[in-house]
């Protein structure tokens, strides 16, 4: 996936690095990262039933969920996706971490310095499972 890269620089340490942005216009579109190896993904819901399935079923069998509201389950939404995922990724949620800090605090992206080609999310384990053992096994 092709997805606009901007240079930012953090607030803490001022080291200056790169990050991917999608469009203010996505929807159901998101990127998560590994913060040890810096290797980002791109989750579309649209495009991954099964796992959308889980998730749900997941989020509907769980009574600690019920109560909350729909920023917040989008947010459990996504760091369930990231547990089902291949790897150690997190969502993004606001900020990327800073590689030498670790603190999330950064300018805004608005120096564009070209597309990076992203690889999508991947759920090669989860696939394997049946959707019972997977939701059984899921938590945060």
């Known amino acids: 996936m092709k997805i606009a890269e901007f240079n930012v620089r953090c607030y803490v340490c001022w080291k200056q690095f790169l990050i991917p942005c999608l469009s203010e216009f996505s929807y159901g579109e998101f990127l998560f990262v590994n913060y040890k190896t810096r290797k980002f993904r791109y989750f579309n819901?649209?495009?991954?039933?099964?796992i959308e399935?889980?998730?749900?079923?997941?989020l509907n069998s769980d009574s600690t969920f019920e109560n909350e509201n729909n920023y917040k389950k989008r947010d459990i939404r996504l760091k369930l996706i990231a547990k089902l995922s291949d790897g150690e990724f997190e969502p993004i949620f606001s900020n990327v971490k800073c590689p030498r800090c670790k603190i999330?605090?950064?300018?805004?992206?608005?120096?564009?310095?070209?597309?990076?080609?992203i690889?999508?999310?991947?759920?090669?384990?989860?696939n394997k499972k049946s959707m019972v053992e997977?939701?059984?096994e899921l938590s945060l």
């Open 45 to 50: 819901y649209f495009e991954n039933e099964n």
């Open 53 to 58: 399935k889980i998730v749900t079923a997941k």
């Open 104 to 117: 999330g605090f950064h300018s805004m992206p608005n120096n564009r310095s070209g597309m990076t080609n």
């Open 119 to 126: 690889e999508k999310l991947t759920f090669k384990i989860t």
């Open 134 to 136: 997977t939701i059984n």
